[in-house]
């Protein structure tokens, strides 16, 4: 079974890097520039796990977060 990951990260280095570290050892990763993205992604599949960055633009990863719990 392939585990799911989001990756909500608004650096394209560190989202470039880390997307390919994942997805060599075997997960799948979709990834989120923003948060806005990101939540709109978690609502069209929910991943197995979310790896957050806390300083996004247009709704920053605390904001992310919250909803996420409220949900």
Same mark, same amino acid.
Not at 2 to 30: C, K, Q
Not at 33 to 42: A, C, F, I, N, T
């Given at each position: 079974?392939?585990? #799911?990951?989001?990756? $909500? ?6 989202? /470039?890097? &880390?997307?390919?570290?994942? !997805?060599? #050892?075997?997960?799948? $990763? ?6 806005? /993205?990101? &939540?709109?992604?978690?609502? !069209? ?19 992310? !977060? ?6």
């Amino acid at each position: 079974m392939t585990h #799911r990951i989001l990756l $909500v990260e608004d650096n394209e280095m560190n989202r /470039d890097m &880390l997307s390919r570290r994942l !997805a060599r #050892r075997g997960f799948t $990763v979709d990834v989120a520039v923003d948060g806005e /993205d990101g &939540l709109r992604k978690v609502s !069209a599949q929910i991943p197995d796990l979310i790896l957050l960055d806390m300083d996004l633009p247009v709704l920053d990863g605390w904001e992310v !977060a919250r909803r996420l719990k409220a949900d």
